[in-house]
């Protein structure tokens, strides 16, 4: 296949992506030839829409059912291709996804070479570098198309376990479990920002099990279908939270069509120094830009100054002002770890209304 058709192939994947930082360029062509083969990739082709159900992909296509789902299911394999009803009519949809975070995640857990999996850390990590660049080079013009046109698409779930707010009542949290109980299909992955820093050389300094993320639903089908994670059950799920939060890990859902209003259909568990969109925030690339319903509080006359909520706190809201900890409740997501981490018990949560919480990334040099 000639340049021009890879190039025509990393176009309709960037498009599909709606995101405004990522590039037909040779960075994506590289990925698009190291997960596809030729016929994959002029199947993509179809997909100028970015959602079609297999009827309208007959008629685009003109191959019969068998070869065109044998064709589908190659591209879900390699995790390009989403497959889900539509939400009213029930018709299976088939989904072209996004480079990151989607075809990051897919590609690094699927089972595959050392060798191919280090070359995929590598390219990501290049995308990210090239996405800081335009971000940065562009910091006026893009700050605010991601603060005023994208929503946020990402809800923080405080850690699992009951949280005394200053009236002395304690209520339940806005429960990870409670979303796992409302699901009969869930599925553990290999958390793949983890596996991608490993292979870089930059293993996790939180945790060494990097089995931690949840999926859940149409997503935890796909996933086992497909040989991305194994089913789990419920309790074996709430064991992995409540890990997680032991490890100062967030628990962040992300929904449907990246639309927080729809179903959940992922749990993951994040810390600052492997998670993608943490690390994309920090060195540059997009805003950190979610939604919470809860917000730390420091008591000071418990706390000792010692630091640790500052060390832990993920989004670095936390300061250290005359020997007492400070929160900055603008950057305050919610997760709790400051809670859970915090030996004099001097931090709680208290609940809010739904509040979005958008922090600019940082200028920072760029370097290849």
């Known amino acids: ?22 590039q037909a360029n040779d960075t994506m062509i590289e990925l698009l030839k190291t997960l596809l083969n030729e016929e ?32 589908l299911n190659s591209l879900m394999d390699e995790g390009f291709i989403f497959d889900k009803p539509n939400d009213e009519s029930g018709i299976m949809e088939y989904h072209l996804l996004a ?63 009951e949280l005394v707010v200053p ?25 793949p920002c983890k596996f991608q820093r490993e292979l870089l050389g930059d293993p996790c300094k939180a945790t060494e099990n990097q089995f931690r993320c949840i999926h859940l639903g149409h997503f935890g089908r796909y996933f086992i279908e497909h040989g991305f994670g194994k089913q789990i059950s419920k309790e074996e799920a709430k064991k992995v939270l409540l890990e997680a939060a032991q490890d100062g890990l967030v628990h962040k859902t992300f929904h449907y069509d990246w639309d927080i209003d729809k179903e959940e259909n992922c749990i993951c568990n994040c810390c600052k120094c492997c998670c993608i969109i943490f690390q994309s925030y920090y060195r540059g690339v997009w805003p950190f830009h979610t939604q919470t319903s809860y917000i730390a509080e420091v008591d000071e006359s418990k706390c000792e100054g010692c630091g640790t909520c500052i060390e832990k706190c993920p989004i670095e809201a936390l300061s250290l ?21 915090c030996p004099e018990g001097a931090i709680t949560l208290r609940k809010t209304e739904l509040r979005r919480v958008f922090i600019p990334t940082p200028k920072v040099d760029v370097y290849d």
């Open 99 to 161: 480079p990151i975070p989607d075809i990051f995640e897919y590609s690094l857990v699927k089972k595959g070479s050392t060798e191919k999996r280090k070359k995929l850390a590598k390219i990501y990590d290049r995308m990210i570098v090239e996405a800081s660049k335009i971000t940065q080079e562009n910091y006026e013009t893009i700050m605010p198309i991601f603060k005023d046109e994208m929503p946020p698409f990402t809800r923080i779930l405080p850690i699992d376990e």
């Open 1 to 22: 296949m000639s340049e021009k058709l890879w190039q025509k192939a990393a176009k309709i994947l960037v498009r599909a992506s709606g995101n405004p930082l990522f």
């Open 321 to 341: 002002i005359e020997g007492k900890s400070y929160l900055d409740e603008n950057k305050c997501i919610g997760c709790g770890v400051c809670v859970q981490q």
């Open 167 to 191: 009236q002395e009542k304690t209520l339940p949290t806005d429960e990870a479990s409670k979303i796992i109980d409302k699901n009969d299909i869930i599925s553990l992955s290999r958390c």
């Open 40 to 71: 994959q990739a002029k199947f993509l082709f179809n997909f100028r829409n970015p959602i079609l159900t297999l009827e309208k992909l007959k008629e685009k296509t003109g191959m019969e059912e068998n070869d065109l789902k044998v064709m």
